[in-house]
């Protein structure tokens, strides 16, 4: 099994909105709506999101004469841009949800 882990740009989810790929041999740990992700160390503009959506998508490669093939688990994250601050970092996901109109 194979693991990718995408993250999208802030609202997209088209497939050219992937400003990040991870590739794993074991399973990433769990990640959840609400959760932060820092890209300080990446070259994008945005230094804070916010994960607000999670798809998996799983499949079945063949590779030519091996029957067996392979098995691709791709984890999706959908953010959204987040102020770079402390409040932000302190704030629990529950009440942000709460916060939003």
């Known amino acids: 099994m ?3 882990l ?3 740009r802030p609202g997209s989810c088209d497939s050219d909105g992937c400003i990040k790929t991870f590739t794993a041999a074991t399973a990433f740990s769990p990640i959840r709506g609400g959760d932060l992700i820092n890209t300080k ?3 994008v503009e945005w230094p ?3 994960v607000v959506n999670v798809e998996h998508l799983v499949s079945e490669i063949s590779r030519g004469i091996d029957p067996a093939g392979r098995i691709i688990h791709r984890i999706l994250l959908y953010t959204e841009s987040v102020p770079d601050t402390v ?3 302190c704030k629990s ?5 709460q916060s939003r109109p």
């Open 2 to 4: 194979e693991y990718h």
């Open 6 to 8: 995408e993250i999208y």
């Open 41 to 43: 160390t990446w070259e």
């Open 48 to 50: 804070l999101l916010r």
């Open 87 to 89: 409040k932000t970092r």
């Open 93 to 97: 996901p529950e009440n942000s949800q």
